[in-house]
């Protein structure tokens, strides 16, 4: 499978099916799931789904994709993506997961970093991470990615638990 993008330790890629039981060994860990909201997964099927849908996410415009990332020599080490927002129409959100086994050496920053410059060239001009505030290892990815705090919001998830919103934005030329 051809790259994305890469950086220099890793290679962003679409996601294939063979790609399951490593995503499967990281989504199925309580840890990998404690601050997404969604439940470890239990079964194999689900993540094989997971990447048939994940494989759609190019399909939301320039920019958007739900990616693999790998590093040498390990392989599969996580995912990085930039989807619509399903709430609000013209908004792009960012995010990312690494396997617990691959937690400290900063690929999800490298990873989230690459995705951002991605996605602006691509035209995508405001990228929103929402990160539980409780998440202090993902605060840190986002700020080291070069995403800005913009503050507290429940904006992007109405009734849920309060975010910590990041923001990338390009500005817009407003002549002279």
Not at 3 to 21: G, Y
Not at 52 to 66: D, H, I, K, N, S
Request: hydrophobic fraction near 45%.
């Amino acid at each position: 499978m051809s790259a994305i993008f890469r950086t220099r330790r890793l290679t962003i890629r679409a996601f294939k099916a063979a790609d399951a039981p490593a995503v499967y060994a990281m989504w199925s860990d309580p840890e990998v799931c404690r601050y997404t909201g969604d439940e470890p997964a239990t079964d194999l099927s689900v993540i094989v789904e997971d990447i048939a849908r994940w494989q759609r996410v190019t399909t939301g415009g320039p920019g958007c994709g739900f990616w693999a990332v790998d590093a040498y020599p390990a392989g599969f080490v996580g995912d990085v993506y930039v989807r619509p927002f399903a709430e609000i129409p013209g908004e792009q959100e960012i995010g990312w997961h690494v396997s617990r086994p691959h937690w400290g050496r900063g690929y999800a920053t490298e990873a989230a970093a690459a995705a951002i410059r991605y996605a602006h060239a691509a035209g995508v001009s405001r990228l929103v991470a929402l990160i539980d505030p409780d998440h202090q290892a993902s605060l840190r990815v986002a700020e080291k990615a070069g995403l800005l705090y913009e503050g507290l919001s429940d904006r992007y998830a109405p009734g849920e638990p309060t975010s910590a919103v990041f923001v990338s934005t390009v500005p817009m030329c407003t002549g002279l």
